[in-house]
């Protein structure tokens, strides 16, 4: 039996922050990270946005406040050290009616967070980026930018490597044997100390060692309109007034890296946890599960979710996704997105209790292992700094 003093699962970009975190800390330690595929960024880390946040959605008491602005720096600095490209094109947030008095909240809850933010009147707006109009003002977040999450994900896996931590690809955490034992799909491995960041399937791994109970992952899928070419002439990344009661950020425009621009994305209730084509990796058992909670809350509408389900499933209309879109930018011809982006699925928490979407980072844990519960967006963001905080908890700093 193979025996290790870290075992980190998941080689999500949080998992491979953490492996680093713990080799900085631990420089004498064995550190093994396990992946489930073949190759890492398969999921997640490799299939979102890959906008790296500035952190003014998020109250000032969260642990999402707590990390993006720094992780927005650090992700910067990373891409930097390995000459990874970055699109600093910035971000504006429009508002077509009065929600521009939210504007206000995420002006404020930027001030508090300490993140650079200024008005933008819509005249200065429209003569800035052609095409992009709001009601009255806008905000701009010069510091939001994007990259490509794929490369990220993977260099930073080099760099953890190049540090000395191993990374086994084609190995599944498939159960707890014994305390201290982790069984895989590569044999039976014992550890000082496991760490679950296995993404959409982290509740499960943590009910192993008795911890998620109150907690389900619920999937959604997202997928992008994309320009290839970026023909509409999109300038910087254009967001609307989020709905500060979910989790999500609503249809947008993104500025990818590579220059392409996409409309999106859609955060359609997925019927399981990889339900990105077809029946591709259909699981019976996992399909009648989430659809029970999904039925459960739509005949409840806790949170809303009957109206968001509906809204979300038309946006596979090409049509509805361009119009909701044109709301923020009517001078930005739609026409020019006409290729769908291959669909990513948010691994987001539900809390079984109150039957609402948790809308913060979550870990829980003890001695034996700890287990990264709500890692959604702007976690990507914020891995570094989160991953300093994981293993604060580990090393038995932080509450």
Not at 87 to 106: F, H, M, P, W
Not at 282 to 301: C, N, Q, T, V
Not at 341 to 351: E, V
Request: proline fraction near 5%; include cysteine.
């Amino acid at each position: 039996m193979e025996r290790v003093d870290f075992l980190v699962v998941g080689g999500g970009i949080i998992g491979i922050a953490i492996a680093r975190e713990l080799r900085r800390r631990y420089p004498k330690a064995e550190i093994l990270l396990i992946e489930k595929e073949p190759e890492l960024a398969l999921h997640g880390s490799g299939r979102n946005s890959g906008v790296l946040h500035a952190g003014f959605y998020y109250t000032a008491d969260s642990l999402k406040a707590r990390f993006t602005r720094e992780g927005n720096e650090a992700m910067k600095r990373f891409c930097n050290e390995r000459g990874l490209e970055i699109n600093s094109s910035g971000k504006v947030v429009v508002a077509t009616n009065e929600e521009d008095r939210t504007l206000e909240t995420l002006m404020e809850r930027g001030r508090a967070n300490g993140v650079a933010l200024e008005w933008m009147s819509r005249e200065e707006l429209m003569e800035r980026f052609p095409g992009v109009d709001t009601w009255r003002r806008a905000l701009w977040s010069p510091e939001t930018a994007t990259v490509d999450p794929t490369a990220v994900t993977r260099s930073m896996a080099a760099a953890a490597e190049e540090e000395g931590v191993r990374i086994l690809r084609s190995c599944a955490f498939l159960s707890r044997s014994a305390p201290g034992v982790a069984r895989t799909q590569k044999g039976e491995i014992a550890c000082g100390h496991l760490i679950n960041a296995a993404g959409l399937y982290a509740d499960r791994i943590a009910r192993e060692f008795g911890f998620g109970r109150r907690y389900t992952i619920l999937p959604f899928k997202g997928v992008y309109l994309k320009d290839s070419q970026n023909r509409s002439g999109l300038r910087t990344n254009v967001y609307p007034v989020p709905n500060l009661a979910n989790p999500f950020l609503g249809v947008h425009y993104t500025l990818s890296v590579d220059g392409s621009a996409k409309i999106g994305p859609t955060a359609i209730p997925a019927f399981w946890r990889e339900n990105y084509r077809g029946f591709d990796r259909l699981r019976p058992k996992e399909l009648a599960e989430i659809l029970g909670w999904e039925a459960r809350l739509f005949f409840s509408d806790a949170f809303g979710f009957r109206s968001l389900a509906l809204e979300e499933i038309k946006k596979y209309r090409r049509s509805h996704l361009c119009a909701l879109a044109a709301r923020l930018a009517p001078g930005i011809d739609p026409g020019s997105f006409d290729r769908w982006s291959p669909p990513g699925i948010r691994a987001q928490l539900l809390d079984t209790r109150t039957l609402e979407l948790v809308q913060d980072f979550v870990v829980e844990g003890d001695k034996e292992s700890t287990h990264v519960l709500n890692a959604v967006s702007p976690a990507f963001t914020a891995s570094i700094p989160f991953a300093r905080h994981v293993v604060d908890r580990i090393a038995g700093r932080e509450d």
